[in-house]
């Protein structure tokens, strides 16, 4: 069982019973203390789970882990994803960029096209891109919230819905396992929405920690999607509902 399987395993086992003990843990998975420590810690670390002494138990569902942590958690994986969704994007495209640690790390990888015309959400992405002279960057009216960036509210969606875009890169932060697309505020829920229903082509760039993550608000389903590019290949159950909608799946 590689890594990737055990933290499913173990968010699964967490789900069902609330809370495991790293005893459990160590039984169930066959493995270490030490390892499942460390996959418990990189858990927390991403939000799937909340750490305590002697295990792990469930996420609180409505509360994000800090930015900054999200920033640097699974980087390296992260800027993999992002060299996949750049490629994607020929010179001369228009593209929406959602709110979201990956996505920011998108537009890094993005200065190195030409002619691209962006409509953003989040500062962070604006002012990456903003530094090319052949770029548009247009970044939406409403509400700048404090801890991250995002551009968010009634406001922003009514900007955004001006737009009919090429393509829309977003991020999200939890996958459940029926496929439902989940975030913590319904405010950037419903820019999110807006991109999905203006854009002509939507790629979801997500991480594995994403998989089972449990967040309060459903943002639309993962057969909106017309591409989905991750690390690893999803659970069964996801890849169904990709197959059965003709989803395309890029491995970073």
């Not at 989940?182 to 950037?188: C, P, Q, S, T």
């Amino acid at each position: 069982m590689n890594q990737p399987q055990r933290h499913q395993k173990i968010l699964s086992l967490i789900t069902q019973r609330g809370f495991m003990t790293i005893d459990e843990l160590v039984e169930q998975c066959a493995v270490t203390p030490q390892t499942i420590r460390r996959d418990l810690n990189q858990m927390a670390e991403s939000g799937a789970v909340s750490r305590y002494h002697g295990g792990a138990g469930i996420n609180k569902s409505w509360e994000n882990t800090p930015y900054q942590e999200r920033k640097n958690h699974n980087r390296h994986i992260k800027e993999k994803i992002a060299d996949a969704v750049a490629a994607m994007i020929p010179d001369g495209a228009s593209l929406f960029i959602n709110i979201g640690t990956t996505t920011e790390m998108i537009a890094a990888k993005l200065l190195n096209h030409k002619n691209l015309h962006i409509v953003t959400n989040n500062i962070h992405v604006a002012s990456t891109l903003s530094v090319k002279e052949d770029f548009t960057v247009i970044i939406a009216a409403g509400e700048v919230r404090y801890r991250d960036g995002g551009i968010v509210g009634e406001a922003t969606c009514d900007f955004i819905s001006q737009f009919r875009m090429d393509y829309g890169i977003i991020g999200i932060s939890g996958i459940s396992a029926d496929g439902a697309l989940l975030d913590f505020d319904y405010r950037e829920v419903k820019v999110s929405q807006a991109i999905l229903k203006h854009t002509r082509q939507t790629i979801l760039a997500a991480d594995h920690s994403k998989f089972d993550r449990q967040a309060m608000v459903e943002q639309g389903h993962l057969s909106q999607v017309d591409c989905m590019v991750c690390d690893v290949t999803p659970p069964p159950a996801l890849m169904k509902i990709m197959d059965e909608n003709s989803i395309r799946f890029v491995k970073a």
